[in-house]
């Protein structure tokens, strides 16, 4: 089960702390993802990390702006979201997966299970 936390209202240029408890085992196979839904779209890739090594990957949109990680201690994944725009706000979801191919590490269906969503408001 995941657990996300760290969503609210930020003014634009702000920053947020999304957190996205696991529990059980993970893997070594394992990743970690981070979706978001705005209203009226499909819900789209931002950003993802392979527990194992660390190896991260992002969306172009947020790259250089979003910063993915994980605790491999607790369990946890992170992600660090600066200089946000109102073009963020959505719904953040993360999904956690075991052997997921490069292919599809940015597609929803490639992960089994996901977290409650958690609103990220950006809005002065």
């Known amino acids: 089960q995941l657990q996300a936390s760290g969503g609210g209202l930020v003014q634009p240029g702000g920053s947020l702390r999304l957190s996205c408890a696991a529990s059980?085992?993970?893997?070594?196979?394992?990743?970690m993802g981070w979706f978001r839904q705005a209203p009226g779209k499909e819900r789209e890739f931002v950003a993802a990390?392979?527990?194992?090594?660390?190896?991260?990957f992002y969306a172009d949109s947020v790259k250089g702006r979003f910063t993915i990680s994980r605790d491999k201690s607790t369990n946890t994944g992170a992600l660090q979201m600066n200089s946000l725009t109102p073009e963020d706000t959505a719904v953040y979801y993360c999904?956690?997966?075991?052997?997921?191919?490069?292919?599809?590490?940015?597609?929803?269906?490639?992960?089994?299970?996901w977290g409650q969503g958690t609103q990220v408001t950006v809005s002065s």
């Open positions: 999904a956690a997966g075991e052997s997921i191919i490069l292919s599809s590490i940015r597609i929803p269906r490639a992960y089994k299970n």
């Open positions: 059980g085992r993970t893997a070594n196979s394992y990743a």
């Open positions: 990390i392979r527990w194992s090594a660390g190896t991260p």
